[in-house]
């Protein structure tokens, strides 16, 4: 990249935070803005608040002032993003995909801390969850909200002696209560469609998808769903009759799904080849009596390289033909490559806070600068970029996102610097910017 061309990378993104100018009252405010977008986007190893602070030559507790005080409207934020998404990428063909990440974390006073499922380490861990939605549409994805996952151990009456203290401590409203996974997500799907993203379809792995009033939710939104579900949901092949068998029993035995013609689907790369899955189709009808009423469409689904099968349930208007089914089925590698994105380029888990309010506004800034990623690969068309281009490669390619070595000299601040792809953007304060095109091997986040 040319010097002029690293210069405009800074003018894109002032005028990127012109459109949340109105968010902040005060210029110290939109000020911080811009500096921590500069921090997210730029080379730092670790993109918490005191290396931040730090590069753009400010104290530490200015920063964090910012994360805790009241000079930042986020419900205005979150409309104007989401405004912008749906401007800029929405379609009748949008894609909603519901996942959860994580945060491990050591001590007791971060807000939402809990020993629980980290998917970061792989196991119970203490950690922080968080509920997404993200927004998949061609080959393009990014996230649209984000909200912090708070356990009943932070509940007002859990039996923790100093619960009282901690809530005090990290500053968690009266109001903000334990809430299911499955009831975060739809608040989040309904807000996204308040705010004007247009698109049709939803999918979400079994945790959400096993969730039978859930899905009914989601019809009931005019969305169609296609689900992952667990293999113990109940039910009848064709029509009710007899006893109500599960997924498993039916995958097992009856004949349009153990003998019947199978699809064989590509459904994306990764690092050890191709994933495909073989797919029988038939129709389902749901004994839960929270369930969609009428029939589903029940997919089945094996892993050609690893055996693995799948379930997922949906409710197809008729004559949607299986592959479109799939794509949306399937398309939830998408929300993890933006998690990968994310963490890897942006620092989602890199967040030093503690406070409700402080990670609310990371979520949020986080979503804000990944999609200017998004949109400024989008729009230079570069080729091989993960980040925008999220079909053209997958998750776990070893040559997906390389980082380039950077030697600024003495004449140039660091703007910011990213590697989407193995293309290095970056952006200085001086003409005298040298990027390398060394590469270390990819980070995995």
């Not at 925008?388 to 997906?400: I, K, L, S, V």
């Amino acid at each position: 990249m040319t010097g002029t061309e690293l210069l405009t990378m800074a003018d894109e993104l002032d005028g990127y935070y012109r459109a949340f100018d109105g968010c902040c009252p005060r210029s110290e405010g939109r000020a911080m803005l811009r500096r921590y977008a500069r921090g997210q986007l730029g080379p730092l190893e670790r993109k918490s608040l005191e290396p931040i602070a730090d590069a753009e030559g400010i104290a530490p507790r200015t920063l964090q002032f910012f994360f805790v005080n009241n000079g930042f409207d986020e419900e205005k934020a979150l409309v104007l993003h989401q405004q912008r998404v749906a401007h800029e990428m929405g379609g009748a063909d949008g894609i909603f995909v519901i996942d959860e990440t994580s945060d491990a974390k050591k001590g007791e006073w971060t807000a939402g801390v809990d020993k629980q499922y980290c998917g970061e380490s792989g196991k119970l861990d203490t950690c922080i969850v968080s509920v997404h939605v993200a927004y998949v549409r061609e080959d393009t994805h990014c996230l649209l909200d984000g909200e912090l996952f708070l356990p009943e151990s932070w509940n007002p009456d859990a039996p923790d002696p100093d619960i009282a203290r901690k809530r005090e401590r990290a500053k968690i409203p009266a109001a903000a209560v334990h809430e299911t996974k499955t009831v975060m997500a739809l608040r989040q799907l309904k807000r996204a469609r308040e705010n004007g993203v247009p698109g049709r379809y939803v999918t979400a792995d079994a945790l959400y998808g096993g969730a039978p009033w859930w899905r009914r939710a989601v019809a009931d939104l005019g969305l169609v769903y296609a689900v992952e579900v667990p293999s113990n949901v109940y039910g009848w092949i064709g029509q009710p009759g007899g006893k109500a068998k599960p997924l498993a029993h039916w995958a097992a035995k009856h004949r349009s799904l153990r003998c019947g013609s199978k699809k064989q689907v590509r459904t994306h790369e990764t690092e050890k080849g191709p994933e495909v899955w073989a797919v029988r189709r038939a129709t389902f009808v749901e004994q839960a009596e929270a369930a969609p009423k009428g029939t589903q469409t029940l997919l089945v689904a094996w892993n050609v390289r690893t055996g693995e099968r799948k379930f997922f349930l949906a409710n197809a208007p008729r004559g949607m033909k299986t592959e479109a089914l799939l794509k949306v089925a399937f398309s939830r590698w998408r929300v993890e490559r933006c998690f990968q994105d994310a963490k890897g380029e942006v620092g989602l888990n890199h967040a030093e806070l503690r406070t409700y309010r402080g990670l609310r506004r990371h979520f949020l800034l986080t979503a804000i600068n990944h999609y200017f990623l998004v949109t400024r690969v989008r729009r230079r068309g570069e080729k091989g970029s993960d980040v925008a281009a999220g079909g053209r490669r997958a998750a776990g390619d070893p040559g997906a996102a390389k980082r380039g070595n950077h030697d600024l000299g003495a004449s140039g601040r660091a703007f910011g610097t990213v590697s989407l792809g193995g293309d290095t953007y970056a952006g200085t304060e001086s003409q005298g910017a040298k990027i390398s095109a060394q590469a270390p091997p990819a980070k995995v986040a």
